[in-house]
């Protein structure tokens, strides 16, 4: 099974845990892609009805309204029930690694105000401890030099993403070199740096269910 074709099969999977659900919140990468595409088939089949949306970032949305999904501001919904997402990292004890596609402050944003959290990846992603993959930490641009040096001193190597900005206006780190033992300890570390909006460790708020797929299926972890 290609990677492709895991992420999927277990896009399919995560749209059994929806049920009719009045509203979703959509994640950003390639895994929500290959959801919003099945979800709006099934609808354009008559199978469900379409939930309404709230978007991590601009790029899904302009998906989901092609899909003819209404995208509803998060400010706007009471109660957010689903999450789905996807992740560059996860590990046994269901904290992520996210934002390789930049969109890590929008998902956690949305992750946080959700009941449940869904993840959905590919077998590739699934490690014994965070790290492998660069950690993305967004900074405000005027304080990009700072959080490097303090960046260093927690022992990453981290890499300024040349010629990007996010949607919000700043730049990202991606540090290499991490070994993230205790994910929860480092998310705070971090996020409490000046400067910092956010990190990419998912661990303050985990998933509560992954699905991922591979040549075997998809399986689950609680």
């Given at each position: 099974?290609?990677?492709?074709?895991?992420?999927?099969?277990?896009?399919?999977?995560?749209i059994e845990y929806l049920g009719e659900e009045p509203v979703v919140g959509f994640g950003t990468g390639s895994t929500v892609n290959h959801l919003i595409e099945l979800l709006a088939a099934e609808v354009d089949s008559g199978r469900r009805s379409l939930p309404a949306a709230v978007s991590s970032s601009q790029?899904?949305?302009a998906l989901l309204l092609d899909g003819g999904f209404a995208v509803l501001d998060l400010n706007d919904v009471p109660q957010l029930a689903i999450y789905v997402d996807?992740?560059?990292e996860f590990e046994p004890?269901?904290?992520?690694?996210?934002g390789g596609g930049a969109a890590l402050t929008g998902e956690k944003i949305v992750a946080t105000a959700a009941q449940t959290f869904i993840c959905i990846v590919d077998d590739s992603k699934r490690v014994d401890v965070l790290g492998g993959f660069p950690l993305p930490v967004e900074v405000i641009p005027m304080a990009h030099a700072s959080v490097a040096r303090q960046l260093r001193d927690?022992?990453?190597?981290p890499k300024l993403r040349q010629g990007l900005?996010?949607?919000?206006?700043?730049?990202?780190?991606d540090v290499h070199g991490l070994r993230i033992?205790?994910?929860?300890?480092?998310e705070l570390e971090i996020e409490a740096m000046?400067?910092?909006?956010?990190?990419?460790?998912?661990?303050?708020?985990?998933?509560?269910?992954?699905?991922?797929?591979?040549?075997?299926?998809?399986?689950?972890f609680r």
């Amino acid at each position: 099974m290609s990677s492709d074709t895991a992420k999927r099969a277990a896009a399919a999977a995560a749209i059994e845990y929806l049920g009719e659900e009045p509203v979703v919140g959509f994640g950003t990468g390639s895994t929500v892609n290959h959801l919003i595409e099945l979800l709006a088939a099934e609808v354009d089949s008559g199978r469900r009805s379409l939930p309404a949306a709230v978007s991590s970032s601009q790029r899904t949305t302009a998906l989901l309204l092609d899909g003819g999904f209404a995208v509803l501001d998060l400010n706007d919904v009471p109660q957010l029930a689903i999450y789905v997402d996807g992740a560059d990292e996860f590990e046994p004890g269901l904290a992520l690694t996210k934002g390789g596609g930049a969109a890590l402050t929008g998902e956690k944003i949305v992750a946080t105000a959700a009941q449940t959290f869904i993840c959905i990846v590919d077998d590739s992603k699934r490690v014994d401890v965070l790290g492998g993959f660069p950690l993305p930490v967004e900074v405000i641009p005027m304080a990009h030099a700072s959080v490097a040096r303090q960046l260093r001193d927690l022992g990453g190597d981290p890499k300024l993403r040349q010629g990007l900005i996010t949607e919000y206006g700043n730049v990202i780190f991606d540090v290499h070199g991490l070994r993230i033992v205790d994910p929860l300890t480092i998310e705070l570390e971090i996020e409490a740096m000046p400067g910092v909006v956010t990190c990419g460790i998912f661990a303050q708020r985990r998933a509560d269910l992954v699905l991922m797929g591979s040549d075997t299926g998809v399986r689950e972890f609680r």
